[in-house]
Nanobody, 124 residues
């Protein structure tokens, strides 16, 4: 089993920044893909950003490109999501997810391990 714990959410004004963290613990894998999804009220969960095991390849949803950055520290088993120039439409619960093996799929059902989520609220 892998446990994921997110932190760093909160309330911020439009144009502000937040940094989310997701720490993994428990069983370790030779390679673990870690990603961020978000879910706004009444909407489906959507892929936001992902990083390959080495961190050498990163993927961002079109809606956040140029504003969000994903990075990871494998020594700490932690992945980060730096969110700048936040907009009210970024308001959602942000979930960290992980899977064993290579590849960074954007489908929800590709991920077995999920964190409980952290609320991000952007006021206008």
């Amino acid at each position: 089993q892998v446990q994921l714990e997110e932190s760093g959410g909160g309330l911020v004004q439009a144009g502000g920044s937040l940094r989310l963290s997701c720490a993994a613990s428990g069983r370790t894998f030779s390679s673990v893909t870690m990603v961020w999804f978000r879910q706004a009220p009444g909407k489906e969960r959507e892929f936001v950003a992902g990083a390959s095991w080495s961190g050498g390849r990163t993927y961002l949803a079109d809606s956040v490109k140029g504003r969000f950055t994903i990075s990871r520290d494998n020594a700490k088993n932690t992945v980060y999501l730096q969110m700048n120039s936040l907009k009210p439409e970024d308001t959602a619960v942000y979930h960290c997810a992980a899977r064993a093996g290579a590849g960074v799929p954007s489908e929800v059902n590709a991920y077995v391990y999920w964190g409980q989520g952290t609320q991000v609220t952007v006021s206008s």
